[in-house]
């Protein structure tokens, strides 16, 4: 069983950073994969980025350049530094992690960009 946790949502304006941290417990030796996606209400979760056990990186089109998605594996957390904000980047973001038995999410943390 793993538990995520997130932390560093929250309000900014448009052009403005956040970051984003996800800490896994449990069994968190058995992740293979971390990331985070987010969603609005009315539509689907979509990927935002992931990274691997071993450090490869995966982005969506719409943040590489402004988004840059880093690994602790000594500390098991995931973070998402989130540059350049934009109003289109306002969702819930929801972190995710996947063992070769199971995917877990967190509860997610509310990230508004006002213009």
Request: aromatic share 10%; charged share 15%; hydrophobic share 30%.
């Amino acid at each position: 069983q793993v538990t995520l946790v997130e932390s560093g949502g929250g309000l900014v304006q448009a052009g403005d950073s956040l970051r984003l941290s996800c800490a896994a417990s449990g069994s968190a030796f058995s992740i293979n994969l971390m990331g985070w996606y987010r969603q609005v209400p009315g539509k689907q979760r979509d990927l935002v980025a992931t990274i691997t056990s071993g450090g490869s990186t995966n982005y969506a089109d719409s943040v590489k350049g402004r988004f840059t998605i880093s690994r602790d594996n000594a500390k098991d957390t995931v973070y998402l530094q989130m540059n350049s904000l934009k109003p289109e980047d306002t969702a819930v973001y929801s972190c995710y992690a996947r063992t070769y038995y199971n995917n877990y999410w967190g509860q997610g943390t509310q990230v508004t960009v006002s213009s």
